[in-house]
């Protein structure tokens, strides 16, 4: 994330494109990253989302 940048300009729920934008990659490896076991991820039937700010708190571990 930039410093401009503060986590209530993203959504609530993030998706994979949210996530590839905050992090500077690409969407299949921001998938990729979902998809590791201590990846807090959210499945909507196929669909994959996670809180933004369980996102926020797994960056910094």
């Known amino acids: 994330m930039n410093k401009k940048d ?3 300009n993203y ?10 934008e905050i ?3 690409s969407k299949p490896t921001a998938y990729e990253i979902m998809s590791q076991p201590d990846f807090p991820i959210i499945k909507i039937g196929r669909c994959k989302r996670v809180l ?9 571990r």
């Open 23 to 25: 992090l500077k990659i």
């Open 6 to 8: 503060t986590k209530d």
């Open 11 to 20: 959504p609530f729920i993030l998706t994979a494109k949210d996530i590839s």
């Open 52 to 60: 933004r700010d369980e996102f926020i708190q797994w960056l910094k």
